[in-house]
């Protein structure tokens, strides 16, 4: 796309309004959201969740202020990122989706922040990763399934020293010299009112920050739930359909 060329200019000056309308939408809900919960709301990052979308999206986000990033997919993430990089915007890159060992490699590359690390077998293939590209720890978040269904994804509280148990999880990343243990991460069970998914995530990442007080990230609430995460203590909240329009599909 040349910025010689007036119909792309003017496509990209109509998506970037609309982008912008989306974007004060959100921090207002984001602002109300905080001021009902008594929170200063610069507690709150916004993620801009951008799968599915181009990285023209990523370069018209960036300047219109936002300064994180997520993605749930490496192949589309690597991709992205390269090109939005290319373009000049230097969001920080959070990793939000399934992880699988043998895409770690790939993921150090670009992320700034993994927010889906669930089992130990996951943050030593991660540690090892990051301690070939990296100089600093990368910021790691543990995922955690609020409902214990193992099937889904996600840390299990409560569950014993396991491959999957919470404490073990926490405690195999805070141990990890490559990664930084930053906090924790839970998308609301399908089913479950997101003020009590929520309330149930809070109670978790209060025990863990008992152990590891620096883990005080949670990143909590989407499109959908925000303002119950907000209400629950979020400091990372991951928006995609509210801030980009919906997606074609569902993911
Ligand atoms: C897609 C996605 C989001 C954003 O969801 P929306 O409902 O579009 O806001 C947040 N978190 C994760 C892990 C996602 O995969």
């Keep these: 796309m040349s910025s010689a060329d007036p119909v792309a200019g003017a496509a990209a000056g109509t998506r970037r309004a609309e982008l912008a309308g989306n974007l004060d939408r959100v921090r207002a809900r984001i602002a109300a959201a905080c001021a009902a919960a008594g929170r200063p709301a ?5 993620v801009a969740v951008t799968k599915t979308y ?14 994180d990033v997520g993605e749930n997919r490496d192949q589309e993430a690597a991709a992205k990122a390269a090109e939005a990089t290319a373009a000049g915007a230097r969001p920080r890159w959070h990793f939000v989706g399934r992880l699988q060992r ?41 995922q955690v399934s609020v409902d214990g269904d193992p099937h889904r994804g996600g840390a299990l509280p409560g569950a014993a020293a396991a491959d999957a148990g919470l404490d073990a999880v926490a ?32 109670e978790v990442a209060a025990a863990v920050r008992a152990d590891h007080p620096g883990a005080t990230a949670l990143s909590a609430g989407m499109s959908a739930d925000l303002e119950a995460a907000v209400a629950a203590g979020a400091t990372l909240v991951r928006v995609g359909s509210a801030l980009l329009g919906m997606r074609a599909t569902l993911r």
């Design 171 to 202: 405690a195999a990343v805070a141990g990890a010299p490559a990664l930084r243990l930053a906090g924790l991460m839970a998308v609301a069970p399908q089913g479950w009112e997101p003020a009590r998914a929520f309330g149930r995530l809070a």
């Design 42 to 46: 610069a507690e709150v990052t916004l």
């Design 54 to 67: 181009p990285a023209a999206d990523v370069v018209l986000l960036t300047g219109l202020g936002v300064t």
């Design 102 to 142: 043998n895409k770690c490699r790939s993921v150090v590359g670009y992320a700034d922040v993994v927010q889906s690390v669930d089992s130990v077998r996951l943050a030593a293939a991660l540690d090892r990763a990051a301690g070939q590209v990296r100089d600093a720890p990368l910021d790691v978040l543990v």
